[in-house]
């Protein structure tokens, strides 16, 4: 299970536990405060662990996982073991609403995905399954920034593979294709889409799904989405944010997410939630 961060703004590291809330004891000043599994810790708060079979882990902001090792009697944690004084770093409430958003769909999520994953597989073998669609299309459509060349990825569900994928432009000028795609992602590399109307067309062995696409140059992002950002976490914040202007705008932010995955490995559960149609809301 990955930890994310809580809404609290100066929350840095999170802890993990394996074991029921009972078996850990954590004291902040004088007080004890309710153990809860994804938690943010501060400097100075003492954990101890009551029962031999239970463990704790801390979680970075950035995913980073350490087990915690505490003598008999427990500890109180610095600030070097926490990745440095949380009170100095101060995140955006951006960042903290996306936080609160992606929270929600770790854990069960995943599980669940995986799940739903196998059973639609099962049911292709026999012939059935769930029909063709495109998730991501489920805000009226697709909105891509154009202008620059970069890999376009995209993704559907159910259907009876293997797939055929394909990008045209308005005139049914096919800008690139695939056939015999035995999954539900592709990556169209190095294309190069000037502003316009084009179309993304899917079929399996059934049926064809057509879905809009409209080019934008980068001053029609929207104004708060521009800005770039060297921040990791931010960037993920700002396509999350981008998800909500609707109009198609999670198609870029699916674009942008997935650049950020390989290193942030928070990214991947948005990516699966763009994946499933699964929006954030203004």
Do not use: C
Not at 130 to 156: D, F, Y
């Amino acid at each position: 299970m990955m930890i994310l961060m809580t809404g609290a703004a100066e929350a840095a590291t999170y802890l993990k536990i394996d074991a029921a809330a009972d078996a850990y004891v954590l004291i902040r000043g004088d007080k004890p405060v309710n153990v809860q599994d994804g938690m943010y810790l501060k400097p100075g708060d003492h954990l101890e662990i009551k029962k031999t079979d239970a463990h704790a882990s801390l979680v970075s902001a950035t995913g980073k996982l350490t087990a915690l090792e505490l003598p008999p009697g427990g500890k109180s944690l610095s600030a070097a073991e926490l990745g440095g004084d949380p009170s100095n770093e101060k995140l955006s409430q951006t960042w903290n609403w996306a936080s609160d958003w992606l929270l929600q769909r770790v854990g069960v999520k995943p599980e669940e995905a995986d799940n739903k994953r196998v059973v639609q597989a099962a049911s292709r073998a026999v012939g059935g399954g769930e029909p063709l669609a495109v998730p991501l299309a489920n805000q009226g459509g697709l909105r891509l920034k154009g202008g620059t060349k970069r890999a376009i990825h995209v993704a559907w569900s159910g259907g009876k593979g293997p797939f055929s994928v394909s990008l045209k432009s308005d005139d049914q000028t096919i800008r690139g294709e695939a056939h015999e795609v035995e999954g539900h992602q592709y990556a169209f590399e190095s294309l190069m889409l000037k502003p316009g109307s084009y179309s993304l067309d899917v079929k399996d062995q059934i049926e064809t799904i057509q879905v809009p696409l409209v080019v934008v140059s980068q001053g029609d992002l929207p104004e708060k989405e521009t800005p770039a950002t060297r921040n990791e976490q931010e960037a993920l914040a700002n396509s999350i944010q981008l998800a909500t202007r609707q109009q198609g705008w999670a198609f870029e932010a699916y674009q942008q997410a997935i650049l950020l995955e390989p290193r942030l490995p928070f990214a991947k559960v948005f990516v699966d939630a763009l994946e499933a149609g699964d929006f954030p809301t203004p």
